[in-house]
C-alpha cells in the first residue's frame, strides 16, 4: 500500500476515517485533511480511475493485520508425514516391529506412508504385498485408518495411514477417571 507522500496522483477519491466518502479531491487537499487529524492518506485502489485512498491510522492497521495473520497461523495444524519401509518378504516380529512404531507417530498424529519396494524379481510377487498392506492397517486401526489405499508407482508400492480423530467421550472418561482417583 502507498502512504502520504509517496502518492503522486493528482486527483484521488478520498473516504474519510469513519469510512464516509468525500468525493474526488486533489492530493494536495486529501494530505492536508488527513495531517489535520494526525492520521496517514493510504492509496486503497491504486487500478481505480481516479485511485482511492482512505485516511487511517496506518501504523494501528499494519498492526491489526499482522495480529490476524497470527491468529490464523496459531489455528493452522501442521502434519508431518512419516514414512516406514517394508520388504515383499518381510518376517512376523519385523512387522510387528513396524507397527509398533507406526502407531507412536499415529498416537502423535503424524500421517503415516507405508512403502514396499520391490527389487529384481520381486516385481512379480506385487499382489501378496496387498495382504501384508491389509494386515498393517488392520494391526493400526485403533490408532489409524487407510487415507490412501495400497498404490504402485514404479517400483515402489504405497499406501497413506492417517490418525483417527479421538472422540469426545474418551476425554470425557479420562477426565472422569482422574475426579475417581483424586477422590
Known amino acids: 500500500m502507498t502512504t502520504n507522500e509517496q502518492i503522486r496522483d493528482k486527483e484521488v477519491r478520498l473516504i474519510d476515517s469513519d469510512g464516509a466518502q468525500l ?3 486533489s492530493n ?12 496517514d492518506l493510504v492509496k486503497i485502489s491504486p487500478n481505480a480511475n481516479p485511485p482511492v485512498c482512505k485516511i487511517m491510522d496506518y501504523s494501528k492497521h499494519k498492526f491489526e493485520q499482522q495480529k490476524r495473520e497470527k491468529e490464523a497461523r496459531k489455528k493452522q495444524k501442521t502434519v508431518t508425514l512419516k514414512e516406514i519401509r517394508l520388504s515383499p518378504n518381510i518376517d512376523k516380529h519385523d512387522i510387528m516391529v513396524k507397527v ?3 502407531k507412536d507417530f499415529l498416537k502423535s498424529r503424524d500421517k503415516v506412508k507405508v512403502s514396499i519396494r520391490f ?6 510377487y506385487t499382489n501378496a504385498s496387498i ?4 494386515d498393517f492397517a488392520e ?5 489409524g485408518h487407510i487415507e490412501q489405499e495400497p498404490k504402485m508407482d514404479a517400483r ?10 479421538q472422540k469426545k467421550q474418551d476425554n470425557k472418561k479420562e477426565s472422569n477417571d482422574a475426579e475417581i ?3
Do not use: C, D
Open 156 to 165: 515402489v508400492m504405497s499406501m497413506l495411514l492417517a490418525p483417527t480423530v
Open 119 to 124: 527389487r529384481g524379481r520381486e516385481l512379480g
Open 131 to 134: 495382504s501384508i498392506f491389509k
Open 100 to 102: 509398533k512404531k507406526a
Open 181 to 183: 482417583k483424586n477422590k
Open 23 to 25: 468525493g474526488i479531491v
Open 139 to 143: 494391526q493400526v486401526s485403533e490408532y
Open 28 to 39: 494536495e487537499h486529501a494530505q492536508n485533511l488527513a495531517t489535520e487529524k494526525g492520521l
